[in-house]
């Protein structure tokens, strides 16, 4: 059987590329504030009157700023494999948008992350069904 | 000019797992709060309800349903949504109609029923809808905020599991003689650090519960209160303050924190902003508190919110648990009522029950929890979506 197609969990957030994932967000062109996920219409930041928002990858790398995990299976609308495995949560600081964001871990459980260290920026599968694999983006440790 | 107004009367119904209809709880409340006042449902003219919004259309319009459960009398009604803070979103309106003299007398309710287990996002396919996509997308559960929150304590300031532990044991202990509360049960250090973890490194003792329950104010004027009573318990402040751009920490429900690439980031961060608002609005700081009730959706954020409150320095709030001040019994009790811990959430109820419990206390009616010579409190509560949400009461 031909392995299933690999589509994005969801729209325009992330590149598919395996080789080279970034996540996919917009920088205002007055003043260069970053939003994920995108802000397109007005800039949000009360001291810019911006209104062009152009798409802007955003840094694949940052440092740790805190995790945690799932140990119990998440309710609805999160599709969870059967059985359920638990899987970590990581809150990753990126230094050049000069903010945190969240992802689920790859390769690593809880007792193995250390706040600070270096993560990097993934593919990874969310959930599949019988037309093909969704991929969410994921941290993992660099 | 004083901006204060009277609470005249308190109600709660007893917090629990219950399933039964939300109106009767809120009802119960409101009658409660009304045989407390001395007052009869007649004489309320406005009606403040807080929203809840896992009970279909009656709980969107809390205010109107509860004035048609209670008797349609012709009072005015306003309903407010903001999360947990939409109990202190419904304090704020009502005491604004009688700060601008428009009514004399005012009742807040707030009343819920909550499913089993985890809070789930509303149903439907909600691609535009953060609280939606989070839950599809990262599975981030309501306990995976509170776990990033407690890592980073563990990380910044030292805390350990022990400290979060010896949160719910002290709250366990403040609800044991609290009849409104749902779990009236002593748990030790042993128990919560035997309980499963839920998420890393909260367990699930750690984690307050989701319940049912109701809680409700009578508000006058103090003309109206002075005519009735010679020393009325007043509030004194309402903060309802959204956070400043850029909001820094990571906040339900969202996948990021506000970039501050472009702009210079607060001076006071916005969990230190809720209860400082009403600290400058009473002309009172953390000093002149005798006590406060906080939330305490985990108890790692207990250890939050005595910082955030004032009560002592950042990283400085281990310190102030293991020394006993927090206890029933110390310099500044922190949680009589048992907390979170003890009734576990009902979500529009919750920052009105905050305001119960000071009233109780500051008037001398707490029993065992009694804190001695409480004079002033302070509650703190958040909402979800940016809502803070601090209430000062003072004799």
Do not use: H, Q, S
């Given at each position: 059987m031909p392995p299933k197609p690999r589509k994005p969990?969801?729209?325009?957030?992330?590149?598919?590329?395996?080789a080279r994932p970034r996540l996919l967000g917009t920088r205002c062109a007055r003043c260069g504030t970053v939003y994920f996920p995108k802000e397109t219409t007005f800039c949000r930041n009360p001291g810019c009157a911006g209104t062009e928002l152009a798409e802007t990858e955003l840094s694949p790398r940052g440092r740790l700023w805190s995790f945690t995990n799932n140990c119990y299976q998440p309710p609805e609308p999160y599709v969870s494999p059967d059985p359920f495995v638990p899987y970590a949560v990581a809150a990753v600081e990126l230094e050049a948008e000069k903010m945190v964001v969240l992802g689920q871990v790859e390769g690593a459980s809880v007792e193995q992350l250390e706040a600070g260290m270096e993560m990097e920026l993934a593919l990874g599968k969310l959930y599949e069904d019988a037309d093909a694999e969704y991929l969410v983006w994921k941290w993992r440790p660099a | 000019m004083a901006k204060e107004v009277a609470i005249l009367g308190v109600g709660m119904h007893p917090w629990g797992k219950?399933?039964?209809?939300f109106v009767e709880y809120g009802v119960a409340a409101a009658r409660a709060a009304l045989a407390d006042a001395g007052l009869?449902?007649?004489?309320?003219q406005f009606v403040a309800g807080a929203d809840t919004?896992?009970?279909?259309?009656p709980g969107y319009v809390a205010a109107a349903t509860f004035a048609q459960a209670l008797g349609w009398s012709g009072a005015q009604v306003t309903s407010t949504y903001g999360a947990c803070a939409s109990g202190a979103q419904a304090i704020g309106v009502a005491r604004a109609q009688i700060l601008a003299g428009l009514c004399d007398v005012a009742l807040v309710v707030g009343a819920d029923t909550t499913p089993k287990g985890f809070f789930a996002p509303q149903k439907g396919e909600r691609g535009a809808d953060p609280d939606w996509l989070r839950f599809r997308l990262?599975?981030?559960?309501?306990p995976i905020y509170f776990g990033l929150y407690a890592r980073r304590r563990m990380e910044a300031f030292g805390a350990t599991r022990e400290d979060f532990a010896q949160i719910k044991v002290k709250n366990s202990r403040h609800g044991l003689s609290n009849p409104n509360a749902r779990y009236r049960k002593a748990v030790t250090l042993e128990e919560v650090m035997k309980s499963p973890v839920v998420s890393d490194p909260l367990r699930l003792l750690d984690i307050c519960a989701t319940s049912d329950g109701g809680a409700a104010l009578v508000l006058s004027s103090l003309e109206f209160a002075r005519r009735r009573t010679a020393k009325p318990v007043k509030i004194a402040a309402v903060s309802t303050v959204t956070p400043r751009f850029p909001q820094t920490v990571i906040e339900m429900p969202n996948f990021s924190t506000d970039s501050a690439v472009a702009s210079r980031v607060p001076d006071v961060g916005f969990k230190d902003s809720i209860a400082r608002q009403a600290y400058e609005e009473a002309g009172l700081?953390?000093?002149?508190?005798h006590l406060a009730e906080v939330y305490d959706l985990s108890t790692a954020l207990e250890l939050d919110w005595y910082e955030n409150i004032g009560l002592c320095k950042p990283g400085e709030a281990e310190r102030l648990l293991r020394s006993g001040d927090t206890a029933v019994g110390g310099r500044i009790p922190v949680n009589p009522s048992g907390g979170l811990a003890c009734f576990g959430e009902a979500i529009p109820a919750q920052a009105i029950a905050q305001v119960c419990e000071l009233t109780w206390q500051i008037r001398g009616q707490a029993g065992a929890r009694q804190v001695q010579g409480a004079r002033a409190g302070v509650t703190a509560n958040q909402g979800l979506f940016g809502h803070g949400s601090s209430v000062i009461v003072k004799a």
């Open positions: 969990a969801i729209e325009g957030w992330f590149t598919m590329d395996p | 219950w399933g039964r209809n009869e449902w007649k004489e309320v919004i896992r009970n279909g259309y990262l599975g981030a559960t309501n700081g953390p000093e002149d508190m």
